[in-house]
C-alpha cells in the first residue's frame, strides 16, 4: 500500500489550494477514502470522507461549504479542493482508508 500527498504549499488567507493523493497497491475502488490533518501540538483530525463511488461525502463543521472531497476511481486518486482557507487551516494533511496506513501527508500554510 502506497498513499502519496501532493499539493500543499504556502498560501494567503482567503486563497485555495487543492490536494492529491495517489494511491496504489490496493483496489482503491474498494475503500472509503477519508481526509484528515494534524496541526502542532494537536491530535489528527478527520476533515472529509467520501465513499467508494463518490455519492456520499461528509465534512468536518469546521471546513463544511469551504473544502470539496472528490475522487477518481480510474486514477486512483482522491482530491480535497480547499477554498476560502484560514490560518487555522495550517496542518500537514493526509489521506487514509480503513486499515491502508499513512503517507508522508503535505504540509498547508495559511499565513499572511
Known amino acids: 500500500v502506497q498513499l502519496v500527498e501532493s499539493g500543499g504549499g504556502l498560501v494567503q488567507p482567503g486563497g485555495s489550494l487543492r490536494l492529491s493523493c495517489a494511491a496504489s497497491g490496493f483496489t482503491f475502488s474498494n475503500y472509503d477514502m477519508n481526509w484528515y490533518r494534524q496541526a502542532p501540538g494537536k491530535e489528527r483530525e478527520l476533515v472529509a470522507s467520501i465513499t467508494r463511488f463518490g455519492r456520499i461525502t461528509k465534512y468536518a463543521d469546521s471546513v463544511r461549504g469551504r473544502f470539496t472531497i472528490s475522487r477518481d476511481n480510474i486514477k486512483n486518486t482522491v482530491y480535497l479542493q480547499m477554498n476560502s482557507l484560514k490560518p487555522e487551516d495550517t496542518a500537514v494533511y493526509y489521506c487514509?482508508?480503513?486499515?491502508?496506513?499513512w503517507g508522508q501527508g503535505t504540509q498547508v500554510t495559511v499565513s499572511s
Open positions: 487514509s482508508g480503513r486499515g491502508l496506513g
